[in-house]
């Protein structure tokens, strides 16, 4: 026997030294992909298993693993095949969970095979395996899924439990805390409330780890009483609060918050409930059914579908604004086509790491979502089972976005981390990710792109200019003043009022309606230009703005604007219904350009202008600039790098930390970001624009890096970019419009050019930018490929947000296919009986054929 076994050892010794150069041991650093295929959703669970190259450690489902063995030349692979058994666990003792909250049990069997001949090696098998091999098959067998290793940023995972949390005493002092109406017992502060958990007070916070305002009195309370935590009252849901130790100085759990807080009357089951799934269902029975139950219409039994085209998306935790967006994009024939339908040459002229190649992972999510693969209806036996089980349990499983995740919120602050994020910027930034990936090829985003005409008109003179912008949606404002049941709302305000005095529950709220033409009229009114410099006065003057679209896109999304700030930086939402119609008709906003009888204003440059605060001419030459140090200090609190922040002030010419937070916004992407502040010259005119005008001054040789960076990440080839800096003495907009009207011959390089640097969202992106790219559609070289047509739409898609701010909350859509809607809830895909037309965020039209 013993001699049988050494034979049979020196024999597997034998057969893998030809290989042993290619066997690797996992160093710190490699990603192991042990949980899913590079390609495809298979996964140890899936009936062929997955095969982990023993080189490269990426792995790869059955249909996939040949391709890498031919591409590679790499024969060892390690088998992983995962035999779930469901189980009847008791409540107390939970095994594993899934990510919809199943319990099982598993079994986990590995082998070695060798390519090509599928020769099987299974493990463990220290005896008769290579010591080498056997290491780095522990290696792999032990190592953390690749995803372990990226997403350790995100703060959920890093909160520890408070040392006090078990042994927190409460005083006995009587002391009832109301739903709402709150307000810091020292100060009239509204927002940013913290709740002591030992005496009840109610005090405003200051330099919390969430960055919001306050003055304070709440940590001023700890040093007095040293009652150690407090938690955030906006923040209560009954899965957990935000809450703070003032004594261990940071944020902090606790595991016995709803005992806490109950003892001062908060009954958290009161609120929003969350389920397993990282969002919010409320199932709070209450006369007035809430936004969540309304958009989810989760009062119906509603009928589950399966097949192509009807796949869920898993929620990792807060993702459903990607998994929206990306269900949206791949409903689009356009989409289907550039990734799904080129497949096959997409999968075979694939990087050698297929994980880090954007249209492979944009092909292996459209795959998933509409080859029916991944939904499919259960088996006759299995309902059959549960009826005699008396247990209904979903089906549909979904499939799990983390590889496209990962690839596509790489060195994204936000997207990259394991909050909540706004699905219109994460939509934008699939846009620009799209745009970046198909250069000199077919651009599935060019159904979104249209030119926006800019009408701005000099008051005193009457004069005016045209200029062209390039824009992916159109924001709808939703005007509170023209709701219909005003009457309604004012009398709602006024008992709300009536019981913050009385400290009694505030009433049923009242829901604005408004009208959308009023939105659409709102979206049409003039408005007014900031700073408007008018070149026929050579002066600043007043000047208004009008928008209409120079050409309409195939594909038309419309952003309601219901999100505002509040105090705390906070976004906030505005409760609305908007009245959406199923056909829209928006030919009347067709752009006329320069009228009969208009006259054009001269095409003339503001000449440089220096900050009003100068202390004389010199100083301003010799000194570094003005900086107001309290907006820097305002958003360094917020998280964001102080050079960064610094930046942001500079580059807004210090007009406030509204203007300076958006700045941070639009550049958080690029590499210099949170570099400090270096001026290229002694003198850069910056953005600033006041008052005291000083001619052309001579600048350094090379124009603000800022600004190029600016104009490159907009498509504009950068020695062109440089030229029309230094024509313009670097002021940006001027800049745009001498690069409109000096076209440069050979501009074939612009799209490598924008290949090549940071993608910059908000430059390429905002709406309300004016100093976005002034393109006319003739320039076919590098301007923008529009498909213009008739502004006739139908409604095909909506977004819906529920909850108080887009960073919270759960995000669901509703698109129509086959003339049915369909809702999309995460990994549920069912029926829609009522679609919550009127509550939406993000609408999504197609425009009808000329017929």
């Known amino acids: 026997f013993l001699r049988r076994n050494a034979k049979m050892a020196a024999d597997l010794g034998e057969l893998l030294v030809p290989y042993m150069p290619t066997i690797r041991v996992p160093r710190t650093g490699d990603r192991v992909f042990k949980s899913e295929c590079a390609f495809s959703f298979d996964s140890p669970e899936s009936e062929g298993g997955l095969y982990v190259c023993m080189n490269t450690f990426l792995g790869f489902g059955r249909e996939h693993v040949e391709r890498h063995y031919r591409k590679t030349g790499q024969s060892v692979y390690m088998h992983l095949k995962r035999h779930v058994k469901e189980t009847q666990s008791s409540s107390n003792c939970k095994l594993n969970r899934d990510f919809n909250g199943e319990d099982y049990e598993y079994e986990d069997e590995a082998k070695l095979v060798i390519f090509p001949d599928h020769f099987e090696i299974p493990l463990p098998n220290i005896e008769e395996l290579p010591a080498l091999v056997t290491i780095a098959c522990d290696a792999v067998l032990n190592a953390p899924s690749a995803y372990k290793k990226q997403e350790p940023e995100s703060w959920e995972e890093e909160i520890q439990v408070s040392r006090h949390a078990r042994s927190l005493r409460q005083l006995d002092n009587g002391v009832r805390i109301p739903p709402s109406g709150w307000k810091c017992q020292k100060c009239e502060m509204r927002e940013n409330l913290w709740l002591n958990l030992t005496d009840g007070a109610v005090l405003c916070g200051k330099w919390f780890f969430d960055?919001?305002?306050?003055?304070?009195?709440?940590?001023?309370?700890?040093?007095?009483?040293?009652?150690?935590?407090?938690?955030?009252?906006?923040?209560?849901?009954?899965?957990?609060?935000?809450?703070?130790?003032?004594?261990?100085?940071e944020a902090v759990l606790d595991p016995h918050i709803s005992e806490h807080l109950s003892h001062f009357g908060i009954d958290m089951l009161q609120m929003q409930k969350r389920t397993e799934n990282g969002h919010h269902t409320d199932n709070n029975p209450r006369p007035r059914v809430s936004e969540w139950e309304v958009i989810q219409e989760s009062g119906m039994k509603l009928k589950e579908v399966y097949g192509s085209g009807y796949t869920g998306i898993k929620n990792l935790g807060n993702s459903c604004y990607i998994s929206t967006v990306m269900q949206v994009l791949f409903s689009i024939p356009d989409f289907q086509r550039m990734y799904v339908g080129n497949l096959q040459r997409i999968f075979d002229y694939s990087p050698l790491d297929p994980t880090q190649d954007f249209a492979t992972q944009m092909a292996k999510l459209g795959h998933g979502l509409l080859s029916g693969q991944y939904s499919k209806p259960p088996m006759k036996s299995e309902l059959i089972e549960q009826v005699m089980k008396e247990e209904y349990k979903h089906q549909q499983k979904g499939i799990s976005p983390r590889m496209l995740k990962s690839l596509v919120s790489r060195g994204h602050p936000e997207f990259s981390s394991n909050r909540q994020q706004d699905a219109h910027e994460f939509l934008l930034h699939m846009v620009n990710l799209v745009e970046r990936n198909s250069a000199g090829s077919e651009n599935p985003s060019d159904v979104f792109r249209f030119l926006v005409e800019e009408r701005v008109q000099c008051c005193q003179t009457r004069r005016v200019r045209?200029?062209?912008?390039?824009?992916?949606?159109?924001?709808?404002?939703?005007?509170?003043?023209?709701?219909?049941?005003?009457?309604?709302?004012?009398?709602?305000?006024?008992?709300?009022?009536?019981?913050?005095?009385?400290?009694?529950?505030?009433?049923?709220?009242?829901?604005?309606?408004?009208?959308?033409?009023?939105?659409?009229?709102?979206?049409?009114?003039?408005?007014?230009?900031?700073?408007?410099?008018?070149?026929?006065?050579?002066?600043?003057?007043?000047?208004?703005?009008?928008?209409?679209?120079?050409?309409?896109?195939?594909?038309?999304?419309?952003?309601?604007?219901?999100?505002?700030?509040?105090?705390?930086?906070?976004?906030?939402?505005?409760?609305?219904?908007?009245?959406?119609?199923?056909?829209?008709?928006?030919?009347?906003?067709?752009?006329?350009?320069?009228?009969?009888?208009?006259?054009?204003?001269?095409?003339?440059?503001?000449?440089?202008v220096l900050p009003e605060d100068t202390r004389g001419m010199l100083n301003q030459l010799l000194k570094t600039p003005e900086i107001d140090e309290a907006a820097v200090m305002q958003l360094a609190e917020m998280g964001f790098p102080l050079e960064a922040c610094r930046k942001a002030v500079y580059y807004t010419g210090n007009m406030g930390p509204e203007m300076a937070f958006n700045w941070i916004i639009a550049h958080m992407?690029?590499?210099?970001?949170?570099?400090?502040?270096?001026?290229?010259?002694?003198?850069?005119?910056?953005?600033?624009?006041?008052?005291?005008?000083?001619?052309?001054?001579?600048?350094?040789?090379?124009?603000?890096?800022?600004?190029?960076?600016?104009?490159?990440?907009?498509?504009?080839?950068?020695?062109?970019?440089?030229?029309?800096?230094?024509?313009?003495?670097?002021?940006?907009?001027?800049?745009?419009?001498?690069?409109?009207?000096?076209?440069?011959?050979?501009?074939?390089?612009?799209?490598?050019?924008?290949?090549?640097?940071?993608?910059?969202?908000?430059?390429?992106?905002?709406?309300?930018?004016?100093?976005?790219?002034?393109?006319?559609?003739?320039?076919?070289?590098?301007?923008?490929?529009?498909?213009?047509?008739?502004?006739?739409?139908?409604?095909?898609?909506?977004?819906?947000?529920?909850?108080?701010?887009?960073?919270?909350?759960?995000?669901?859509?509703?698109?129509?296919?086959?003339?049915?809607?369909?809702?999309?809830?995460?990994?549920?895909v069912c029926l829609s009986e009522r679609p919550p037309k009127d509550l939406g965020y993000i609408y999504f039209y197609h425009r009808l054929s000329s017929s």
Request: charged share 25%.
């Open 466 to 608: 045209y200029t062209q912008r390039v824009d992916y949606c159109i924001q709808l404002p939703a005007p509170f003043e023209a709701a219909t049941n005003r009457e309604e709302l004012l009398a709602y305000e006024a008992k709300c009022k009536e019981a913050e005095e009385n400290m009694r529950p505030p009433p049923e709220p009242v829901r604005a309606r408004i009208p959308f033409t009023a939105c659409l009229q709102a979206f049409t009114e003039p408005e007014n230009v900031p700073d408007f410099w008018s070149s026929a006065l050579q002066a600043k003057s007043a000047g208004v703005k009008t928008s209409r679209f120079a050409s309409f896109p195939e594909y038309l999304v419309v952003q309601t604007k219901k999100f505002t700030f509040g105090v705390d930086w906070v976004p906030k939402k505005l409760d609305v219904g908007i009245d959406v119609p199923d056909f829209l008709d928006l030919s009347r906003l067709r752009a006329t350009g320069l009228q009969a009888g208009e006259e054009e204003l001269p095409d003339l440059m503001p000449p440089i």
């Open 669 to 828: 992407e690029e590499p210099d970001f949170a570099e400090p502040l270096t001026l290229p010259s002694m003198i850069d005119p910056g953005p600033s624009a006041t008052d005291s005008p000083m001619g052309a001054i001579p600048l350094g040789n090379s124009p603000p890096e800022e600004s190029i960076a600016i104009l490159t990440s907009m498509g504009f080839p950068r020695t062109h970019s440089i030229h029309a800096l230094k024509a313009t003495n670097n002021n940006l907009e001027r800049a745009l419009d001498w690069i409109f009207t000096h076209p440069e011959e050979e501009e074939s390089d612009a799209l490598s050019d924008m290949a090549d640097t940071e993608p910059n969202d908000n430059a390429f992106f905002n709406a309300n930018s004016h100093s976005d790219s002034t393109l006319s559609p003739d320039r076919d070289t590098s301007g923008p490929r529009v498909k213009d047509g008739p502004g006739r739409y139908e409604l095909f898609a909506f977004i819906s947000h529920m909850g108080a701010s887009t960073m919270s909350g759960h995000y669901v859509c509703h698109i129509k296919k086959e003339g049915r809607w369909v809702i999309y809830n995460d990994h549920k």
């Open 211 to 249: 960055g919001s305002g306050g003055n304070g009195h709440a940590l001023e309370h700890y040093r007095e009483t040293n009652y150690p935590l407090a938690v955030k009252l906006d923040t209560i849901t009954p899965d957990g609060a935000d809450v703070y130790s003032f004594e261990e100085e």
